[in-house]
């Protein structure tokens, strides 16, 4: 019985026949025809929420928010959205005077802000509601704030202001319910002769004397010796003219130490200053700050030297 015949196998170096070519779908042999190239293209996307692929996502509400509220007036706000410019201006100017912080504030609550490339903040419909009432109640605040600081700025300048213009009350007087006087009449008498210059005299009366360690309506004067003498006096001019003031009068306690001369206003009670003609007088008080206990009361002439002394005891 005879074999058939069978072409001989090919020498390709293994015993699989080769495989041919897979024919294309559409007539196209050797290549995939797909359909039209997609619309799609990858790079950067017109999204305002970021770019895919660049790692640059839109800049957030809150932070520009926050930094528009507090530190607004620096431009920290413009420098986070990427506007340098404008930022470094904003800063030179303190927030354009404190109206460019509130106008770029108020935008980024309204959701008009952009970064540097135009596109909105992330996380801004949801955080809307919250940024506004915080915004409002710190504005609130920083009202209450500056009223209250401004009422006591004005309450302590003007404790400050009367502090220092403190009223001169009147000093008593005789008719004005002076001190007791002292123990008896100064020296032999109470009125004394006095030439103050070359045919220039005075009477000089004592008309009551007293001592206290408060000057009714002076209570803020405090005395630095122990208390106050009071020396009610009548200056009569009783020939040609005189200058009546109250350093024609000096006062030394008994241990020789110089009393301090308390001034008194004119109109308060006190020693008035100036010419005296002949035939007038004039009446006031002067006021030591003294020991108690025996004085000597020295009265002056026109240049300054002893015209006359007494002594005295004030009553206790």
Same mark, same amino acid.
């Given at each position: 019985?005879?074999?058939?015949s069978y ?6 170096g ?22 039209p ?7 950067i ?18 932070v520009?928010?926050? &930094?528009?509220?507090? #530190?607004g @007036?620096l431009?920290? =706000? +413009? ?5 340098? $410019?404008?930022?470094?201006? *904003? ?9 460019w912080?509130?106008?770029? &504030?108020?935008?980024? #609550?309204? @959701?008009?802000?952009? =970064? +540097? ?5 992330? $996380?801004?419909?949801?955080? *809307?509601?919250?940024a ?10 920083g &009202?209450v704030?500056?009223?209250v ?16 213009? *403190?009223?001169v ?6 008719s ?57 006096v ?17 006062a030394?306690?008994?241990e020789?130490?110089e009393?301090?001369?308390i ?5 308060l009670?006190?020693l ?19 020991k ?14 002893k ?10």
């Amino acid at each position: 019985m005879s074999n058939p015949s069978y072409p001989p196998m090919p020498d390709n170096g293994n015993g699989a026949p080769p495989v041919p070519p897979a024919s294309g779908g559409y007539g196209n042999q050797g290549q995939y025809q797909g359909g039209p190239p997609s619309p799609y293209q990858p790079g950067i996307s017109s999204s305002p929420y970021g770019a895919p692929g660049t790692g640059t996502p839109a800049k957030s509400f809150m932070v520009t928010w926050l &930094l528009s509220l507090l #530190l607004g @007036g620096l431009g920290v =706000d +413009r420098f986070y959205l990427g506007k340098i $410019g404008t930022g470094i201006a *904003k800063l030179l100017t303190a927030g354009g005077l404190g109206i460019w912080s509130i106008v770029d &504030l108020i935008i980024t #609550l309204t @959701g008009n802000a952009r =970064d +540097r490339e135009g596109r909105p903040l992330q $996380g801004y419909p949801e955080n *809307k509601k919250k940024a506004w009432i915080i915004t409002l109640v710190v504005w609130l605040v920083g &009202l209450v704030v500056g009223i209250v600081s401004t009422v006591l700025s004005l309450t302590l300048v003007a404790a400050a202001v009367q502090g220092q213009a *403190k009223p001169v009350p009147a000093a008593p007087s005789a008719s004005q319910e002076a001190p007791a006087p002292s123990q008896g009449p100064a020296g032999d008498g109470n009125s004394f002769e006095v030439t103050v210059s070359e045919g220039n005299t005075v009477n000089v009366t004592i008309l009551n004397t007293g001592y206290t360690t408060e000057i009714p309506e002076m209570a803020y004067m405090k005395p630095l010796n122990g208390g106050f003498l009071l020396l009610e006096v009548s200056w009569e001019t009783t020939a040609g003219s005189s200058f009546v003031t109250p350093s024609n009068f000096d006062a030394f306690d008994a241990e020789g130490k110089e009393g301090d001369r308390i001034f008194l206003d004119d109109g308060l009670g006190g020693l008035l200053s100036g010419d005296v003609a002949a035939g007038d007088i004039q009446q006031g008080v002067i006021a030591f700050d003294i020991k108690n206990g025996p004085t000597t009361v020295v009265i002056k002439n026109d240049v300054g030297d002893k015209a006359a002394s007494f002594t005295l005891t004030p009553a206790d």
